[in-house]
């Protein structure tokens, strides 16, 4: 007769590979589904007028700026005094900030918030809509960088929207957006980014070694 403990150990431990499985499947599945809409078809590049697209990436690079010099609150300049309800949704954020109480709150608190210790960030690929003569859409990826007291810094890639209002001033914000990726997809750019250099060229020989396996093995068959 089998030892019950014997018994229910070999149990258990088929019911952790059958949970390690069903895990690798979920990730398995979920990477591919990533990886569908992650193909990238042919760039479209909206028509624009020089100055708009010129404006408008002047400013999302100066929020980048005004971010990196450590006085957040000078970045309530860059929007639109004249709009009655600006809204803002920070990746972070758990609803949607509306109004300037919420807007000044956010940027320029009554007291620093002493765990953040430095905060960089890069603007990239900077894309422009016009959709009004004093109204545009922009399109862009933050590299953000941060560093938290006793933390190692860490750094995120996040997508950004914003429409922007001309003013006399030049180009103001009037809504930001952060669009951060699903969990499916940011584990797949992070094994993306794990491939080391010089793969391309092995591929390329693996490929060419694996039709001449195959081409051995049919001959064998033979």
Not at 33 to 50: I, S, T
């Amino acid at each position: 007769m089998a030892n019950p403990v014997s018994y229910r150990m070999r149990g258990r431990m088929r019911g952790q590979w059958r949970l390690a499985l069903f895990a690798t499947g979920i990730l398995a599945l979920s990477t591919a589904l990533a990886g569908g809409h992650k193909a990238l078809g042919q760039r479209v590049e909206p028509a624009v007028p020089d100055e708009v697209r010129t404006g408008v990436t002047a400013l999302v690079e100066e929020t980048a700026n005004r971010w990196n010099s450590q006085d957040y609150a000078t970045l309530l300049g860059l929007w639109d005094p004249a709009e009655a309800y600006p809204t803002y949704l920070a990746e972070e954020q758990a609803e949607w900030f509306v109004g300037w109480d919420r807007l000044r709150g956010y940027l320029d608190p009554p007291r620093p918030v002493p765990v953040i210790e430095a905060i960089r960030m890069f603007a990239e690929d900077v894309r422009v809509k016009q959709i009004a003569p004093d109204l545009a859409i922009g399109i862009w990826n933050w590299h953000f960088e941060m560093k938290t007291i006793a933390s190692k810094p860490i750094g995120e890639d996040v997508r950004v929207s914003g429409v922007f209002r001309k003013t006399a001033e030049g180009w103001r914000f009037i809504h930001y957006a952060e669009s951060p990726k699903t969990a499916a997809v940011y584990l797949s750019d992070l094994m993306e980014k794990e491939v080391r250099p010089g793969w391309d060229e092995f591929f390329e020989q693996a490929k060419q070694r694996k039709r001449e396996v195959a081409k051995r093995k049919q001959q064998e068959a033979r």
